[in-house]
């Protein structure tokens, strides 16, 4: 398996620590809002990569956090607690904004059919294992106390900036945006591990600690939770490309400080979905959620296609022309497999070698459009029997999850296909048009386009 690691800035050989096990934790949402179709993009993404390595033979384990404390709207450590921002739109607590985005985040997720991960666990409930960590922190000297708020001193560890090939300017205060200067720093790329409430006064959401009643940071979460659940060594980290810095460049520092070893070895990050104002974002006010795309009638599996067209590094434009494409598309695969005959016994050198080509697309750094196109071939290839085609369709299928065997989704056979074609004649001839055109637009949702010809009228699959 080749993956591309942030880390080694290349594609690396993936070497899991334990042989045949891998342990990934992916970064959660946070639940001051709804999750975007931006948002999603990203876990569809971690989907892929835990069902490739259970498609390959790997016992996965995978934790998620969900962010409900601490993340400031500043990424960093200025702003506002993002939860504390949700408390003032919508006159709620924490817990009741908490509650109602982890429920509306899980709605979307599964109905992109992602997998669920082994461990999931909210921010406040691990308080336990953040002051466990920052303890032994500042009994190392590494954090500190200043202002009431625990600090990482970054000129404590080497290499801080490693996940960010060194580029130390890009990042220092004043350059990055809504990060502001904080006197009680050492240095002002040190971060904040621990609030207390002198800080932000009224925040709904304290623990008592041995570093006074307040709550923890947003980077703590991730390495507590990950160590608590995970263990000390971590294959897989991943994230959408936002968290590169300062979250993930601070779970690393904090991590290894206190574990005094490497932490995780691969860094996985997915590229951003835009729109054409830019680049999605949970603050930017209206934006597209998955249960939207539902309502307006579109299968959200259609969006799962759609990210599964382009590569999970490189940037990607959303627009409903693209959407509505991956929707007819993904309704003619099913209609095709629909339609196949499982006849036959089945070909091991043909699903043989259709089974290689899926893996070696896939093992190429996750090449999901590669591995349609392996699918596209299976389906054209006459040499293939039906019951081959179906089986290597069905194995396909446990990494896309498209569920492009649904029998469901089957299709009218040419014999109702005829009878609607007659229903809808007989309608024109009433001239009850609204009918006969009801009857065209039901069969072309289901993939079926009524063509009409001067000998009568005959059927297509839409787009063939
Ligand atoms: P958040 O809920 O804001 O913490 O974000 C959840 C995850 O979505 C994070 O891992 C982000 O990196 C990722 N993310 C945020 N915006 C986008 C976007 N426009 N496209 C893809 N991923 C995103
Ligand atoms: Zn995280």
Not at 15 to 41: D, F, L, S
Not at 364 to 393: F, P, Q
Not at 425 to 453: C, P
């Amino acid at each position: 398996m080749k993956l591309y690691n942030t880390l080694a800035r290349k594609i690396e050989e993936f070497i899991p620590n334990e042989e045949g096990k891998v342990k990934i934790y992916t970064c959660g949402p946070t639940v001051y809002h709804y999750a975007h179709i931006g948002n999603m993009r990203n876990y569809i993404g971690h989907d892929i990569l835990v069902r490739t390595f259970d498609f390959l033979g790997y016992q996965v384990t995978r934790a998620m956090n969900i962010t409900d404390v601490g993340h400031l709207t500043s990424d960093s450590d200025s702003g506002e607690d993002k939860m504390e921002v949700a408390k003032k739109r919508e006159n709620k607590t924490a817990y009741e904004i908490a509650d109602f985005y982890t429920d509306a985040f899980f709605k979307d997720f599964y109905a992109l059919n992602n997998k669920q991960p082994d461990i999931v666990s909210p921010a406040t409930a691990n308080i336990d294992s953040y002051i466990r960590i920052i303890e032994k922190l500042i009994k190392d000297d590494i954090a500190y106390q200043s202002g009431g708020n625990i600090y990482f001193d970054i000129s404590k560890v080497q290499d801080y900036y490693c996940l960010t090939n060194h580029q130390e300017d890009k990042m220092v205060v004043g350059v990055r945006d809504g990060v502001e200067f904080d006197n009680n720093k050492r240095n002002q790329a040190d971060f904040a591990l621990w609030f207390t409430t002198s800080k932000f006064a009224n925040h709904e959401m304290v623990w008592d600690s041995p570093f006074g009643t307040g709550y923890p940071g947003w980077h703590i979460e991730c390495s507590g939770i990950s160590i608590k659940y995970l263990g000390e060594y971590l294959d897989i980290h991943g994230g959408g490309v936002d968290n590169i810095f300062p979250h993930h460049t601070n779970e690393i520092a904090q991590s290894e400080a206190y574990l005094g070893h490497k932490w995780c070895n691969y860094w996985f990050h997915n590229e951003h979905l835009l729109d054409d104002t830019g680049k999605m974002s949970k603050s930017h006010g209206e934006f597209l959620t998955v249960s939207l795309l539902a309502d307006k009638g579109y299968d959200p599996l259609s969006f799962r296609f759609l990210c599964l067209n382009s590569h999970y590094r490189k940037q990607m434009l959303f627009s409903y022309d693209s959407l509505n494409q991956a929707e007819t598309t993904l309704k003619k695969i099913r209609n095709k497999i629909a339609n196949i005959n499982d006849s036959g016994e089945l070909d091991n050198e043909l699903y043989a070698s259709y089974i290689a080509s899926f893996k070696n697309a896939l093992e190429d750094d996750l090449n999901t459009a590669n591995a349609i196109s392996v699918l596209y071939e299976v389906l054209k290839d006459d040499r293939v029997n039906g019951h081959t085609k179906l089986a290597l369709l069905e194995k396909f299928d446990s990494v896309f999850a498209l569920e492009l065997l649904k029998e469901d989704e089957k299709l009218e056979n040419d014999a109702e296909i005829m009878a609607l074609i007659e229903k809808r004649a007989e309608a024109k001839k009433n001239k009850d048009f609204e009918l006969a055109d009801s009857i065209r637009a039901d069969l072309y949702q289901k993939g079926i386009e009524l063509v009409d010809t001067r000998e009568g009228t005959t059927y297509k699959i839409v787009g063939s």
